[in-house]
């Protein structure tokens, strides 16, 4: 084989490690569904939260430790434990996370909203607001 042939054959190589990679990150895990009520807009001690991250974060914790749940919440099996949760909030402090009429949605109503969860980070949408 030649210098350029094993020069393209690398190379190509590379990129397709790339690409899977790539494909990989961005496969969904799954999503579900959360009603952001009045109760998740408060922490467990009662004190006002003030960004839409803590209030779906608080969402969780309403669900998996409280069991403090709307009826239009639907379980999840990714955000069960406190450090997950943590990490949940700082997925959706990222640009990106959401749209700043979903924050809005969720810091001044309660909507319906609905989270995608992918390997490194989340995707929230309003559903109904």
Same mark, same amino acid.
């Given at each position: 084989?030649?210098?350029?042939?094993?020069?393209?054959?690398?190379?190509?190589?590379?990129?397709?490690?790339?690409?899977?990679?790539?494909?990989?990150?961005?496969? *969904? !895990?799954?999503?579900?569904? +959360?009603?952001? =009520?009045?109760?998740?807009?408060?922490?467990?001690? @009662?004190? /006002? &939260?003030?960004?839409?991250?803590?209030?779906?974060?608080?969402?969780?914790?309403?669900?998996?430790?409280?069991?403090?749940?709307?009826?239009?919440?639907?379980?999840?099996?990714?955000?069960?434990?406190?450090?997950?949760?943590?990490?949940?909030?700082? *997925? !959706?402090?990222?640009?990106? +996370?959401?749209? =700043?009429?979903?924050?809005?949605?969720?810091?001044? @109503?309660? /909507? &319906?909203?609905?989270?995608?969860?992918?390997?490194?980070?989340?995707?929230?949408?309003?559903?109904?607001?």
């Amino acid at each position: 084989m030649t210098v350029s042939k094993a020069m393209a054959v690398a190379g190509l190589m590379a990129a397709i490690a790339l690409s899977a990679g790539t494909a990989r990150a961005d496969d *969904m !895990l799954g999503s579900y569904t +959360a009603r952001i =009520s009045d109760r998740d807009h408060r922490a467990s001690d @009662g004190y /006002p &939260l003030s960004s839409a991250a803590q209030m779906v974060r608080q969402d969780r914790a309403n669900w998996h430790k409280f069991h403090r749940r709307d009826s239009d919440d639907q379980g999840d099996s990714w955000f069960r434990s406190d450090g997950s949760r943590a990490d949940l909030q700082r *997925m !959706l402090e990222r640009g990106g +996370a959401m749209s =700043s009429a979903t924050r809005r949605a969720i810091v001044n @109503g309660e /909507p &319906l909203i609905e989270v995608d969860v992918y390997p490194d980070s989340v995707r929230v949408s309003i559903v109904e607001d």
